[in-house]
């Protein structure tokens, strides 16, 4: 007699097997920034982003009083001691005129841990101007945060992603020759003005 359902045989074969995929475990990446409107916006945008979704876990840490870089990278150090953190990051500022204190302790601090930076100088905004044009002028802050404002037509500090995040291999591939700009030129940080390392960035996450 013919057998119906799950016990039913292939002519000649074995029985039907139902095959169940294991989900791979995802790649567990940590977040440090100092803002707390454009920056995390934009790193929630990737984090939302399908394929990042499916391969990452990306959590996202604010310092609630706007930490300087060296904090950060302070925090960032000791979460990287979590055995379930694989990868830790800190974004941060330069800041024109007056520059971020401890710049350089962070950096060095970062490199002995292994804590990977993108730093946008002078300011996180000339990241979001690389996204609707190219930039290559030495800017102060202030300059660099209205001429932002005024591309995307944002009262606040806090962004539209769903404008960024189509634009965001634009605004890698300016970033990316500022850096070589700055380097042929021999501008060596904190003199590369602008330039932004959240190209590094969207690289090691979108691989």
Known sequence: ???????????????LKRVTGK???????????EGTK????????IKRLPHVAANTALNLEIHPD???PITLVRMAVERKKDPEVDECWCLFDVEW????????AAITLAKAHDI????????FEIWLILHH???????????????SRALDGRRGKGIDVGVYMPLRKEAARRAALLEKRHLSAGKLFPNDNPSSGMHRF???IEG
């Open 66 to 68: 706007q930490g300087a």
């Open 23 to 33: 989900r791979p475990e995802l790649r567990t990446v940590v977040v440090f920034c």
């Open 1 to 15: 007699m013919r057998q119906d359902g799950a016990g039913q045989r292939r002519k000649g074969g074995k029985p």
């Open 133 to 147: 044009q190219d930039h290559t002028r030495f800017e102060n802050t202030d300059v660099v945060e209205r001429a």
């Open 97 to 104: 005129p007056q520059n971020h204190p401890s710049l350089r």
């Open 38 to 45: 454009s920056e995390p916006d934009y790193v929630n945008g």
């Open 116 to 123: 990977r930076l993108a730093i946008s100088n002078p300011c």
């Open 202 to 204: 969207l690289k090691a």
